[in-house]
């Protein structure tokens, strides 16, 4: 499985961005998707993951200001970003996961400004 990260860049406090990750493979419908980020200086955490069946979860300090969505006919899954604050600045990362494996993408770094 590969997946192929875009859509980062540099952005002020209050705007939008739109992140996307095309994955390969034949069975994108069968993979839980997700999205992580990296901060400087801090883990790796979980933004959003978005189940087989549509099913989203996400993190309390994005709930109610990012959505996570998929499209199993193009193999893509999307992380809608508004409101960004500065400490939403991180490299944003894809996630698939399917049979037991945890599989990622190369990472898109989004900065927000005040």
């Known amino acids: 499985v590969q997946l192929q990260a875009s859509g980062g860049g540099l952005v002020r406090a209050g705007e939008s961005l739109e992140l996307s990750c095309a994955t390969s493979?034949?069975?994108?419908?069968?993979?839980?998707m997700g999205w992580f980020r990296q901060a400087p200086g801090k883990d790796r955490e979980l933004v959003a993951t978005?189940?087989?069946?549509?099913?989203?979860r996400y993190a309390d300090s994005v709930k109610d200001r990012f959505s996570i969505s998929r499209d199993n006919a193009k193999n893509t899954v999307t992380l809608q970003m508004n409101s960004l604050k500065p400490e939403d600045t991180a490299v944003y990362y894809c996630?698939?996961?399917?049979?037991?494996?945890?599989?990622w993408g190369q990472g898109t770094k989004v900065t927000v400004s005040s």
């Open positions: 978005i189940s087989r069946g549509g099913n989203t």
């Open positions: 493979g034949r069975t994108f419908g069968s993979y839980v």
């Open positions: 996630n698939a996961y399917v049979v037991l494996t945890s599989y």
